[in-house]
């Protein structure tokens, strides 16, 4: 798992941002694992949760965590670029970061018995952030949030296009549990709400929630219930306006008898891989023992509940991997308490030594026996002591 940074600065813009989009993408990540493990041990989580009959509340969570990640690459491209380093650069660590996750999620989906030709939620993820950040490289500013509507619209064209073809493309990508194209337009939302400024304007944010709500209401209205499948309006709208109201509540000043929670939330929001794997090997065990669909809800609820608890608490505190899509390869610690000094860690340097006071040359003493300066104006040259002092830890991006 990639390691947990400290909190980030409650105060300014950046440690603002940082902590509104941890806590978003942790309630995403709560949002999952409850209906997850409530549709794994049940049978069938939108019968049980709070919702529609085909959209359960918790059907949010993966346009949520779509939204999130193109947001977070925004922020990243943008803090690259801010420090001088060149595209083809942050196009290898935007590759690295988000390009990984299809051969996990293969290898995953390989791993629980699953059909080798699935397309699943870490490779749709991989594959829409990385075509999100060719969209974004070439559609300029102010015309994302058209190009993120007429994606969303053209995602749902296509799924109808191709319902009933049985070939690979149609079955999967195109048309399957998470179709590319309307899960791009979710991460073009992302990237759009970012370069507009919108992710840190709360009255902006406040205002989509309300519209989201108001036009789920009235689709509703009209006999157009939410529903998770196919991904049409009936998806995007009520998904979308629980998008707004979970960023609006990530937003919002959280009181101080929530501090905990809000640690916990956050912490483990920047273990989400970690978390999703670890989630999926309880999915194999469920499913070795034969418990797949035969717990009753009363006990299903909060079973789910209760692992959700201990996955973020124990998420920031098991043994950190070699190697993270996040971060790269681990550096060796120096031989001082710290890490490599890579942004988001901190290391402690090494005590600079004194340097010696030079000797005073016999030209360079004054007629009272004093040394005097270099420059020879009689004066003694004051020697300031050296100063170490740590850099400062920096927010992620």
């Given at each position: 798992m990639a390691p947990a940074p400290t909190d980030p600065p409650a105060k300014g813009?950046?440690?603002?941002?940082?902590?509104?989009?941890?806590?978003?993408?942790?309630?995403?990540?709560v949002g999952m694992l409850v209906h997850h493990l409530t549709d794994w041990t049940t049978g069938d989580a939108r019968a049980v949760l709070p919702g529609w009959h085909r959209f359960a509340l918790t059907d949010a969570a993966a346009v949520v965590f779509f939204v999130a990640a193109g947001a977070s690459m925004a922020l990243l491209v943008a803090s690259r670029r801010r420090r001088g380093m060149p595209r083809w650069r942050v196009g290898v660590q935007v590759g690295r970061r988000y390009g990984t996750l299809v051969p996990v999620g293969v290898a995953l989906g390989w791993s629980l018995w699953r059909s080798p030709g699935m397309f699943g939620v870490?490779?749709?993820?991989?594959?829409?952030?990385?075509?999100?950040?060719?969209?974004?490289?070439?559609?300029?500013?102010?015309?994302?949030?058209?190009?993120?509507?007429?994606?969303?619209?053209?995602?749902?064209?296509?799924?109808?296009?191709?319902?009933?073809?049985?070939?690979?493309?149609?079955?999967?990508?195109?048309g399957g549990k998470f179709p590319v194209v309307t899960y791009l337009g979710f991460v073009v939302v992302g990237v759009a709400a970012v370069r507009a400024g919108w992710h840190t304007d709360r009255r902006r944010v406040a205002g989509a929630a309300v519209l989201g709500l108001v036009a789920t209401a009235a689709l509703s209205a009209r006999g157009m219930d939410p529903e998770r499948y196919p991904g049409d309006a009936r998806f995007v709208?009520?998904?979308?306006?629980?998008?707004?109201?979970?960023?609006?509540?990530?937003?919002?000043?959280?009181?101080?008898?929530?501090?905990?929670?809000?640690?916990?939330?956050?912490?483990?929001?920047?273990?989400?891989?970690?978390?999703?794997?670890?989630?999926?090997?309880?999915?194999?065990?469920?499913?070795?023992?034969?418990?797949?669909?035969?717990?009753?809800?009363?006990?299903?609820?909060?079973?789910?509940?209760?692992?959700?608890?201990?996955?973020?608490?124990?998420?920031?505190?098991?043994?950190?991997?070699?190697?993270?899509?996040?971060?790269?390869?681990?550096?060796?610690r120096g031989p001082l308490s710290g890490t490599s000094g890579r942004p988001g860690t901190t290391m402690w340097p090494r005590p600079t030594p004194a340097p010696a006071a030079p000797r005073p040359?016999?030209?360079?003493?004054?007629?009272?026996?004093?040394?005097?300066?270099?420059?020879?104006?009689?004066?003694?040259?004051?020697?300031?002591?050296?100063?170490?002092e740590a850099p400062g830890r920096q927010p992620p991006p």
């Open positions: 813009p950046s440690g603002s941002r940082a902590i509104a989009l941890d806590r978003l993408r942790g309630i995403a990540l870490l490779e749709a993820l991989g594959v829409t952030v990385l075509l999100g950040a060719a969209v974004t490289a070439v559609v300029p500013r102010r015309a994302l949030p058209v190009t993120a509507v007429a994606l969303l619209a053209l995602g749902a064209w296509s799924e109808q296009a191709v319902d009933g073809r049985q070939d690979w493309m149609s079955r999967e990508v195109v709208v009520p998904g979308l306006a629980l998008t707004a109201v979970a960023a609006a509540l990530a937003q919002a000043r959280w009181p101080r008898a929530l501090a905990g929670v809000d640690r916990v939330l956050r912490r483990a929001a920047t273990h989400t891989l970690g978390v999703f794997v670890a989630h999926y090997v309880l999915y194999g065990l469920l499913r070795r023992a034969g418990l797949l669909g035969q717990v009753p809800p009363a006990l299903a609820v909060p079973l789910a509940v209760a692992f959700t608890v201990v996955a973020c608490l124990a998420a920031p505190r098991l043994p950190q991997l070699p190697w993270s899509p996040r971060t790269g390869w681990r550096r060796p040359s016999p030209a360079a003493a004054t007629p009272d026996g004093r040394a005097a300066a270099p420059g020879g104006d009689g004066r003694a040259a004051a020697v300031a002591p050296p100063t170490t």
